[in-house]
């Protein structure tokens, strides 16, 4: 997957799909007549969250097995990159029979899990040879920084609230690093301020509705192509 000059914008499905693949297939389309540049969904399986409270939410919203080729195809046929969050190794091998394009860590992971077990995971992407995603926010992003070339700061909070000081500090991040922000709070601006900031990528939750998971930290088709056409002016 290529990360050009210009702020590449990824549009996250998330559960906003709501377990219906033909709007899933609508998201795909959406976000390419939106103008991102890549869309993203999360493969996991709910014991690979390490968060039993949460468990039949995950479930509710995990995206079937047989729903993946349908989508990857969708994808292909648009030219739009579908890629995936990963959650454990096994998601890194399932994925290849799709030629998944890139894989991210998620934020919450490099917490939620052992060293041992972050380390599994990140060692499955880099077998692959595919551009390698990770997300942080601060406690870990050195340790995150030292895996994956691509980094992304996260402000936790859904939907997140952002400070002067996150700004500054993403502004402190390695210049040798590609940096990138996922972007919790509910509108465009901390976005295009951490373009503003030296963000190459930039990832925000997207919806068709408000009918969906995580409606108050998405943004819908207008806002997003808003989003897209000023990051690639």
Request: glycine share 4%; with cysteine.
């Amino acid at each position: 997957m290529e990360i050009g000059s210009k702020p590449f914008i990824i549009a996250e499905m998330s559960g906003n799909a709501a377990g219906d693949i033909s709007k899933a297939l609508k998201m795909i389309e959406v976000a390419k007549e939106c103008g991102c540049d890549a869309i993203k969904i999360q493969t996991y399986k709910p014991e690979d969250m390490q968060d039993p409270d949460n468990n039949a939410l995950y479930e509710k919203y995990q995206i079937p097995e047989s729903w993946f080729e349908h989508l990857f195809l969708a994808a292909k046929n648009i030219r739009i990159p579908l890629f995936s969050s990963v959650f454990a190794p096994w998601a890194v091998s399932f994925l290849e029979k799709f030629n998944c394009p890139a894989y991210k860590i998620a934020s919450p992971e490099s917490t939620r899990l052992s060293e041992q077990e972050y380390w599994n995971i990140a060692v499955a992407i880099r077998r692959t040879h595919k551009t390698f995603i990770a997300s942080s926010g601060r406690k870990d992003m050195n340790q995150i920084g030292n895996l994956a070339p691509v980094i992304m700061y996260c402000v936790a909070g859904y939907p997140a609230q952002i400070a002067d000081s996150d700004f500054e500090y993403f502004a402190r991040l390695p210049a040798t690093k590609t940096k990138g922000f996922s972007d919790h709070t509910a509108d465009i601006q901390a976005s295009l301020a951490m373009i503003a900031a030296g963000a190459r990528l930039i990832e925000k939750h997207f919806k068709l509705d408000d009918n969906c998971v995580d409606a108050a930290f998405s943004l819908n088709p207008y806002q997003m192509e808003l989003l897209c056409r000023i990051a690639h002016r």
